[in-house]
């Protein structure tokens, strides 16, 4: 079985330019968002593909200050998963972390049945611009893969192969991996058929990521069509969250809020940062400081 490797993501071309992709291993990161979130085998995989495909759009971000936030709510058990990525980290939680759910007929776990595919997904781009770009589809089978194709073709008009997975055995995560493929304008009818034709061969990347690594797939995938690697880059599950800006958030709650926290509770209180678990404590006193700067003109 193939040695884990450093999560990377892999920016390619195929045919000379005329389609673009991402080659992501990710099993390190999946793993652990697992860890944090103590999540159940179904959940470590919803959450790892949102994860994945949110790191995918991500690595096309063009500034690095600039972030995405991909909102997945498809009505199912498991509830909303939201994941937030730059260039080269990830983060991400998800509403009901603990969920089981039998296994589908072919022994696989049952993505689609927990998210549901009643809801939809939002993607919120912060590219530094004085309004954040928002799109939304509806979800087409909460698979999360095709979720994301389905994003890129429509609010994006760019015709897009994805496919995501993560192989999970109890708690360990033994592998996590994606592919974007996406032709570019003026791209022949003719290559988008081929990639249509070789797709079937990265259908199953978690369990092919067990025995080789991600170069020596792409090879066999993409033999005779041209592929260069273009940039290699790192990925993390990296959160944000600090003291101060969480300071900053509860001062955004007003001062009403404030003062009500102060009043009714008397020991201070405590905020736990929903990607990571970091819990920072706030004593009456520094409560009472920061309705004093929310008070300020």
Known sequence: MNQPQKD??????????????????????VARAAAIHCTSPVATAALGRSLMGTAMMGAMLKSEDASV??????????????????????????????????????????????VGKTGRMSV??????????????QLLSGEIAEDFACYYVQSEQTPTLQSLGVLVSGETVLSAGGVLLQPMPGCPDSVISELELRSPLMADIS???????????????FDGMKYVVLEQTGLSYRCNCSRSRMERALITLGRDELTRMIQDEQEGAELTCHFCKKTERFSQHDLIRLLNQATQP
């Open 207 to 221: 369990r092919e990521l067990c025995y080789e690594p991600m170069e020596a797939l792409a090879q066999k995938w």
């Open 8 to 29: 990377q993501m892999l920016h390619i071309t195929l045919m000379d330019g005329m389609v673009r992709g991402l080659l992501l291993t990710a099993t390190g990161t």
């Open 124 to 137: 919120v781009k912060d590219v530094g611009l004085k309004n954040p770009y928002v799109g939304q589809v």
């Open 69 to 114: 936030t991909v909102t997945i709510d498809g009505g199912g058990p498991i509830g909303k998963i939201v994941c937030v990525a730059d260039q080269t980290s990830v983060r991400g939680c998800v509403d009901v972390p603990h969920l089981e759910m039998p296994l589908r007929p072919d022994g696989k776990l049952n993505v689609g049945m927990a």
